[in-house]
């Protein structure tokens, strides 16, 4: 059994507002595709933001459904979750429009029961979870949720002995090591699984949870500088380092081996000197390793004023596109930015956490969390006056989004 898995293909996405650079996501995925399927793989995996927004325009969604041909040609079943960036409250996302050409089964919590040649539904509570099967191996997973979402939903979230598990989330074990991205879920709380086929974290990382392996095949594109494919730092001496590789993760008996897809390359500099003329001079020699393809996020720190257009022109004959940036040197630094742990409370941080996904389901959600904690914590005077606040607001939120029904919410199910 052999299958590929991919993720944050962020088609659409132009980035540095270049149209051309949606066009190197959609290349890099049929890349990828035509490889994966060259390979014999039995089916695929899309662990979330196929689309770099949930609306593609119809450009976007023809370079989707071009790459899906592929698989639907070779009677590949693909299975998808979706991402933060593409994921919708509508009833009828682009995700289920592909699903409803038989180019996608989409996984995780629906309303109505769903089966087909690949996938089944199991009814939970008043819901169904969709799963996608292939042979006797269990395709499981769901949408990208709020931290406080996954705790309810992941116990429902377990399949058999081989089952796959897809999520779109971070890791704590996984980000922690050396990527500086908040956590949405530890390992303890996975359920077991043979492989985790995530999303989310855009670099490829994989690790051993018990006998399974966790894998993020990373973005099929570079995303921003940090995702660079070189790092070229000119401060005292002249340092070149590579960057990552981009591709996708070809999973043969639940073990993964990731597959390089070569992208535009994108060079992330960074030049440091008291003189404007050093920095000319370094900012020419680091761009002496640059290909004329490629993009150039550049940033010129200098104790002296520079003429950023002139380092702009510089750059423009060596590559295709460029970004320079300039910080002045030997001024004092405003003081750091204090972390949010020391102004907030663990409730506060929750209800940050979940608001920061601006959609309907979030607010529903941040309400639910609000009832929960008040329901339980001991009233101050000034929580009081907080309290009738919240409630007031949360009534009328209630009224907002149930409409004449005024239905009780009785678990997170009830509202999924
Ligand atoms: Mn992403």
Redesign the pocket.
Known sequence: MKFAHFA?L?LGYEQYNQSWRAEDFASAFKRSAEVAIAQGIDFAIISG?LFHRSVPNPKTLNDAIEVLKLFKGRDIPVFAVE?N?DKSIREMSAYHLLEGLGLLNVLGLRRERIEGDFVTSERVENLYIVKGVFKDIEIIGDRHRTKWQLDKILPYLKGGEDAILVLHQTVKEVVDVDLNIAWDLTIEQLPPARYYAMG?V?LPRHRKVGDAFLAYPG?IERYDAREASHFIRYRENLEVKEGEKKGFYLVEDFTPMFVNIETRELYNISIEDEKREEVERKFLSALKFVNDSGIIVAKLYCGETLDQKKFYDLALKKAKYAEISFRRIGIEEISQAKPEREFFSDFELKLLEILKEDDELSIKSAVELIKEHYAIAPVSKADKVEKAVVEEKTTKDEKKFEGKKEKKFKTLLDFV
């Open positions: 944050d962020h933001d991402g960036h989310h855009h973005s």
